[in-house]
C-alpha cells in the first residue's frame, strides 16, 4: 500500500465516524461506540478489499458482507453512503419511523446489505452459508462477516466456526472487533471469551491478531488470508471502542447512547479537525 492510499483511506474512516456521529445524532438513539471501532476496517474492506458495484448492488460476482454485530448499522450505513450505494444526506433519518435506515441492517430495504442482522451470533452463521453455498456453485467469492467480542460469548458463534472449519470454507474471513467493551461493561468482566486466539485456532481456523486501526497490518492481514487455503481465516482486531472522538473512547456508556447536541458539537468538530488535518498531509 502506499503512503497516498493510506492517507485516503484515513480520510474516507474519518468521513465515515462523522455519518456515525451524524446518523445517531439525527436518530436520539443508536450504537456509536461500535461503530467508531469498527470505522477502519469498514473502510478497508469497502474501499479496497471487496469487490463491490455500488451501481449493481445484487451483481452475483460480488463479495458478501454479513454485519453479525447488527447494532453497529451506523458504521455499516456510512461507509455505504461514502461508496455510493445510496445518498450520504440521508443517514440523518436513521432509525426514523418512514425510513429505510432502521436500527439494525435490512437488506430488503438497504442497498448494499447482504444479510439482515441484529440477533447476536446468527449473523456468522449466514455467512457460513453464503460461503458454503459459493463453494458448491463453485464461485469467486469471498465472503467476510464482522462480530463483537461481546457477540462471542454466543453459543451459536462457536457452532457456526465448527461448522466452517469441517466444510473448509477457505473463502469465509471472520472478523472479531475486539475493543473490550460490551453494554454491561468490559467483556473480561461480564463473561470473558479469552484467549480468543487460541479457541478459533482449536476450532480450525487461520488465525490473526493485529491492530484494528492500521491500514497496513489491515493489508497484510487480508492478504495472508486470502493466500490460506484448506480453512476459514479469523482476523482479530484490537480496538478501540469510540475511536476517534475524545470523550467517546473507551466509554462503556457509548455502546448504545446518541450524542446530544453539543456532544454532537464537540464530536464533530473533533473529527473536522482531523480530516483537516489529513487533508493538510503531503506524502
Known sequence: MTKQEQLELKKIACKVRMGVLTSTHGAKAGHPGGSLSAAD??????????????????????????????????????????????????????????S????HPNMNTVPGVDMSTGSLGQGVSAACGMALGAKYKKQDVRVYTLLGDGELQEGEVWEAAMFAAHYKLEDLCLLADLNGLQIDG??????????????????????????????????????????????????????????????????????????????????????????????????
Open 186 to 283: 468490559a467483556v473480561a468482566d461480564v463473561m470473558s471469551p479469552a484467549p480468543v486466539d487460541e479457541k478459533f485456532k482449536a476450532f480450525g481456523f487461520f488465525v490473526q491478531v493485529i491492530d484494528g486501526h492500521d491500514f497496513e497490518a489491515l493489508e497484510a492481514a487480508f492478504a495472508a488470508a486470502k493466500a490460506e487455503k484448506g480453512r476459514p481465516s479469523a482476523i482479530l482486531l484490537k480496538t478501540t471502542k469510540g475511536k476517534g472522538v475524545s470523550f467517546m473512547e473507551n466509554n462503556v456508556g457509548w455502546h448504545g447512547k446518541a450524542p446530544n447536541d453539543a456532544e454532537y458539537e464537540q464530536g464533530m468538530a473533533e473529527l473536522t479537525a482531523a480530516l483537516k488535518e489529513l487533508e493538510g498531509e503531503t506524502v
Open 100 to 103: 429505510y435506515l432502521q436500527g
Open 41 to 98: 476496517v469498514l473502510t478497508y474492506l469497502y474501499f479496497k478489499e471487496m469487490r463491490v458495484d455500488p451501481a449493481d448492488p445484487h451483481w452475483e460476482g460480488r463479495d458478501r458482507f454479513v454485519l453479525s454485530k447488527g447494532h453497529a448499522a451506523p458504521g455499516l450505513y456510512s461507509v455505504l453512503a461514502q461508496k455510493g450505494f445510496f445518498p450520504v444526506e440521508d443517514l440523518p433519518t436513521l432509525r426514523h419511523i418512514d
